[in-house]
């Protein structure tokens, strides 16, 4: 299957002008391209499926993955694209349960990628470079910390790939690392 990554991005600017939601994307498309390699699947298509999971999100959020399922197959998507997508949603905002690694990985990445971004920003470096997965649990651990995380989500993700909370956190961490810059989370070290 031929993806564009490049395309995929002036999809994604398309329908969302706000920048949070576009290096959402970006963070989604880190950590999953870093699973792709884990696991010796293709990193392009994943990255894309990371990149364009929350598409319509900006404009439409009350058709989220519905419009966007409209979206992509008018511009051609292939149908594996699709249903990742809205695999992501499941038990929120779409009955698509995750059957595949790619849509348990993105369902499980999705919320994490926030949290760990969230953690970020209230670290004095304002670097993902060093931050920790124990820094992260103790944050998972204040509800009021990051309150629109689902952490529930995040672990029912980390239950559908047999992978320990604190591996999926540490692997998360390492994909947005190698992203940090575009990221907005390289920081001062």
């Known amino acids: 299957m031929q993806v564009d990554r490049d395309k995929a991005l002036e999809l994604l600017k398309e329908y969302n002008d706000n920048d949070s939601l576009v290096k959402h994307g970006l963070a989604v498309e880190s950590a999953m391209r870093h699973f792709a390699k884990k696991f010796g699947e293709d990193e392009e298509l994943w990255g894309v499926v990371g990149l364009l999971h929350d598409l319509d999100y900006g404009k439409y959020p009350n058709q989220h993955c519905y419009k966007a399922k409209e979206i992509l197959k008018e511009r051609g998507y292939d149908d594996v694209i699709i249903r990742a997508m809205m695999s992501h949603a499941y038990g929120i905002c779409?009955?698509?349960?995750?059957?595949?690694?790619?849509?348990?990985?993105?369902?499980?990445?999705?919320?994490?990628t926030g949290l760990v971004s969230a953690c970020v920003y209230v670290r004095p470096s304002k670097s993902i470079l060093d931050l920790t997965p124990k820094?992260?649990?103790?944050?998972?651990?204040?509800?009021?910390?990051?309150?629109?995380?689902d952490r529930e989500t995040i672990q029912k993700g980390a239950d559908m790939l047999g992978m320990d909370l604190n591996e999926l956190i540490?692997?998360?961490?390492?994909?947005?690392?190698?992203?940090?810059?575009?990221?907005?989370?390289?920081?001062?070290?």
């Open 94 to 112: 779409t009955d698509v349960e995750p059957k595949s690694l790619m849509e348990k990985t993105l369902y499980a990445v999705d919320e994490l």
């Open 135 to 149: 820094s992260v649990k103790k944050k998972w651990k204040q509800k009021s910390f990051a309150a629109g995380v």
């Open 170 to 189: 540490s692997e998360v961490i390492e994909g947005m690392k190698k992203d940090a810059e575009a990221l907005g989370l390289k920081g001062e070290l």
